[in-house]
């Protein structure tokens, strides 16, 4: 579990997190979910310690990363996998050997049982036979996909994803939500990932955290959002026609249900 | 406020320095990147420093014999002067001013994409000393590979001035070759290779620490490499003066 309490971040003088207070929970998709410039990914860097926030304490599983030396992050970092906006594989090294690479840099593993676990990995993404491929040569949901298998590579406790289905198409997008959903359950990791897509949110949404313009919004699960009180919150999700439309609908079909019990 | 913000980043790139001069986490992985650096920074600038080598070369014989005409200066002045010209400056300062033109764009760049692109974040996120990983290699590989292309483009130089005199008969040959060894001082050999260290030391860290703190988009990488080269050639030419009154007085 990974707590948030009051992080405060400003670049410049110009505040970006308002002190944002939540939790993250083991064996969940935990979405972080707001608009473009809400301050979702400096959020999530400050978490994974990327950027330093000004105030606010971090607790992974109870230990702070504001009060971590050195060495204590850099054990921490080997249980934090990231995946990018842009996937951020290295241009110069093949899918095998992004995948490879931080087993290479930090596994005791050997060399056989590297690329074992490099495959093992790849095909867990469903990937198998891209070996060879180069970042460049691939599809961005494909890089995805290699990002995702780099991410897991080493086993972490943590998964963040920034914006994993930015730039793909709705099916492919459901295909790494659903990836993304079932290592989580799989392997009990703690996931957290920044989206904008409704979709997502309304599919894999298991503990959903609204950020309102660097505020705390609101907090619920998928199934709460329809009764949402919060007025960004109904602005953003039920922006356009379609997703009213499923609203009005599961509420509809909520109320014929209490109705059937009576 | 110029000298301010100077300062600044007079201060940025010593810790950035601090940074990149520390133990690297995986001793083989970065042995093989230095190994990359070398072909990639230095074995493929060997036929840019050929070609410029061998036609200043070939240009300087032509002017020093166009402008020593006098009766009383002897012939041979013509390969003694082309060779201290070679020596002195141009195979360490010139070459080294060329080289960050074409290493120096090519490291910020590739460094500056890394960063707009996150990759460098991803280095940091799995707890990998990115400035280390990346830029130490390209430090080392610039310091060692530099000797080899000085000396290489020395030895193409002077072979140019001797083409020159072969083809076009301004001086007899064997007059070229007396002059290109007589009065020769061979601590200006180790003068040329010192400074080029210095020179290579400055190329490759200055355009490490553009690429490194570029923010924004392939716009700012751009202009990260711009301002890499303009930066580390305005430092060569000062460390040439400081250099040159200390090793030569
Ligand atoms: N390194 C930075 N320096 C200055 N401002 C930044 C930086 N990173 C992000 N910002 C600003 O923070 C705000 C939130 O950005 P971001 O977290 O990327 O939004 P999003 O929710 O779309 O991910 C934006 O207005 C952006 O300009
Ligand atoms: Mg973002």
Known sequence: MIEVRNIKKSFDGKTILHGISTSFYDGKTNLIIGQSGSGKTVLMKSIVGLLRPEEGEILYDGRDIMRMNAGQMKNLRKEIGMLFQGSALFDSETVLGNVMFPLKMFSDLTPDEQLERAHFCIERVNLKGADDKYPSEISGGMQKRVAIARAIALNPKYLFCDEPNSGLDPKTSILIDELLSDITKEYNITTIINTHDMNSVLGIGENIIFVDKGHNGWTGTKDDIFDSECQALNDFVFATDLFRRVKNYVKATRNDRKEGVK | ?249
Do not use: H
């Not at chain 2, 493929?44 to 300087?60: E, K, N, R, T, W």
């Not at chain 2, 080029?196 to 355009?207: G, K, P, T």
């Open chain 2, 1 to 249: 406020m110029i000298i301010e913000s100077s300062l600044a980043s007079l201060g940025k790139y010593c810790l950035f320095l601090c940074r990149v001069f520390s133990f690297p986490d995986r001793w083989k992985e970065s042995f093989k990147r230095y190994i990359n650096e070398i072909v990639k920074l230095g074995l493929d600038s060997i036929p840019l420093v050929i070609v410029i080598s061998i036609f200043i070369g070939a240009v300087c014989t032509i002017q020093m014999y166009l402008n020593t005409t006098s009766p009383l200066m002897p012939r041979y002045s013509v390969g003694l002067a082309t060779r201290e010209i070679i020596l002195l400056e141009f195979s360490s300062s010139i070459l080294c001013l060329i080289l960050a033109g074409k290493v120096g764009s090519n490291i910020a760049s590739e460094i500056g994409t890394m960063r707009v692109t996150e990759q460098i974040d991803a280095l940091e996120i799995m707890g990998v000393n990115s400035a280390n990983f990346l830029v130490l290699p390209k430090i080392l590989a610039m310091i060692t590979f530099i000797t080899v292309l000085v000396v290489f483009s020395m030895f193409t130089s002077l072979w140019g001035g001797y083409m020159v005199c072969a083809v076009t008969g301004l001086v007899p040959v064997s007059t070229y070759v007396y002059g290109i060894q007589t009065m020769f001082i061979e601590w200006y050999v180790w003068y040329a290779i010192i400074k080029s260290l210095f020179f290579a030391f400055v190329i490759s860290s200055v355009a490490s620490y553009f690429g490194y703190y570029v923010k924004g988009g392939a716009l700012e990488v751009g202009k990260a490499s711009t301002n890499a080269v303009v930066s580390s050639s305005i430092l060569i030419l000062l460390l040439d003066v400081i250099l040159t009154k200390v090793m030569l007085q």
